[in-house]
């Protein structure tokens, strides 16, 4: 009894263990362990962060390029009419390469994205890839006023949209696909991985509504996208401070929560007036040619009496955030606090007249540079006020990046990341999660970008 015992035990074992092997088999390939919320999509995602990766790198080569033979080359020279009729050439030639090649309607940028999201089933043409590169590059290399971030987040998005269609797959799919690749795209171009990834699904909504479904292939596609991008460009950290500072004092919330009412009224300013001027340009009765022209003679205007706030202002932006430890100029225009509060000003106007006369750019890195000269004009003023204090106007022209794209752009979960991984310190999270919420509820909700709808009831994709 007890042999035959014996063998009927080992016998259910074995039986036991090809059950659990199957099983586990079973687990790995199929049925709720791979559903889509735990990463079905897996290989698609790091398919589209491939992609976008190496988009991105060949669109970083391009405003190398650029910035090279068209900005430098023709301010070195020092000719007063190059640097007024210049922005106006560039911005002329992207709107005439945008209408010739590519539908105006899909090529604004992150609008574009966001509205191919809620009303376009995801699908954004591969065509916006070339065309939207080369324009953004015009006009920005030229001396325009505005960023790189609209065309690169229109960039990852179509690379999600073209896999999507490679594999046939739906609508719902191709949706998340492209919210991957936007992701993607941010996080490569600002050296941002994890800000980047939280873009993707926090930007499609102007309250603090996300989207669930992209989530885990938008960390997936920023990942690679972003390894890509540093293994060709370094994983240095896009701004480098001298004087970090850090935040090792509770009293000082006062002074910050003086700092996001700033970022928040700062930035309702560059809405308005943005949106006026995009107004007024539509309603004017000329071809859209002339319009870039007139746009881009305005940004030159400015440029004459203010050169820094021609292109990205990425230098000036550093300068600010180093102008602690800079004892060449400290009375000089960029450690005033009406200097930085006239750079503020004269850049939102730039801004406006680029971009909303139709010229191709984006409004995301304008609103860092205005974040910045705003925080570090703040942080000049407390710490005049309260000089016993401890207050770095540099931390403060961080965290004040943050709160203003927190702000106008609508993405505080974002804005709280970006900001330390842009500057590669961290000592200044709670600082800005302070910020950040406090200005985006100030806010109320306008927004720089038209395509945002307020919550997820609001999008067509839900309200089916």
């Excluded at 698609?44 to 650029?66: C, D, H, N, P």
């Excluded at 931390?395 to 842009?422: D, T, Y």
């Amino acid at each position: 009894m007890g042999k035959k015992t014996a063998k009927k035990r080992h016998g259910r074992v074995a039986r036991t263990g090809r059950r659990l092997s199957k099983s586990s088999w079973k687990f790995f390939w199929a049925g709720d362990g791979m559903s889509f919320r735990t990463g079905r999509y897996f290989g698609e995602s790091m398919l589209v962060g491939v992609l976008a990766g190496f988009v991105v790198v060949g669109f970083e080569w391009m405003i190398r390029a650029g910035d090279r033979f068209i900005f430098e080359s023709a301010f070195r020279t020092g000719h007063t009419w190059a640097m007024a009729i210049l922005p106006a050439v560039g911005a002329l030639a992207g709107y005439l390469l945008i209408k010739r090649f590519a539908s105006l309607e899909h090529a604004r940028g992150t609008d574009s994205a966001i509205l191919a999201y809620h009303r376009r089933h995801g699908y954004v043409p591969p065509a916006v890839i070339p065309i939207k590169s080369t324009a953004s590059v015009l006009t920005v290399a030229s001396g325009g006023s505005a960023g790189y971030e609209g065309p690169v987040t229109l960039l990852g998005a179509s690379c999600g949209s073209m896999v999507a269609s490679w594999f046939g797959l739906s609508a719902r799919t191709r949706r998340i696909l492209m919210t991957a690749g936007l992701s993607a795209g941010i996080a490569a171009l600002f050296k941002a991985p994890l800000a980047g990834a939280i873009f993707g699904f926090e930007i499609l909504y102007s309250s603090s509504d996300l989207e669930y479904e992209p989530i885990l292939p938008c960390f997936i596609a920023s990942a690679i996208s972003y390894t890509i991008y540093a293994c060709f460009f370094g994983w240095q950290p896009m701004f480098h401070t001298l004087s970090p500072g850090s935040f090792d004092n509770s009293i000082r919330l006062l002074p910050y929560f003086i700092l996001a009412f700033v970022v928040a009224f700062g930035s309702r300013f560059y809405i308005m007036f943005f949106r006026a001027t995009e107004r007024a340009f539509s309603q004017i009765r000329l071809p859209g040619s002339l319009k870039v022209v007139a746009g881009g003679l305005a940004t030159g205007a400015i440029g004459l009496a203010l050169p820094p706030v021609l292109g990205t202002s990425y230098g000036t932006v550093g300068h600010v955030l180093n102008a602690e430890a800079c004892a060449a100029c400290p009375r000089g225009l960029l450690v005033s606090v009406a200097g930085l509060f006239a750079f503020f000003v004269l850049k939102v106007v730039a801004t406006s007249f680029t971009v909303g006369s139709g010229g191709s750019g984006g409004v995301f890195a304008p609103a860092i540079a205005c974040g910045g000269v705003l925080g570090m004009a703040t942080g000049i003023a407390l710490q005049a006020l309260w000089p016993g204090m401890g207050i770095h106007p540099a931390s403060f022209a961080i965290v004040g990046m943050a709160g203003f794209l927190a702000s106008c752009n609508r993405i505080p979960i974002a804005a709280i990341v970006l900001a330390s991984e842009m500057s590669g310190n961290f000592k200044l999270l709670l600082p800005a999660m302070w910020v950040c919420c406090i200005s985006f509820w100030l806010n109320g909700g306008w927004t720089l970008y038209r395509s945002q709808v307020h919550n997820r009831e609001a999008s067509p994709v839900h309200s089916i």
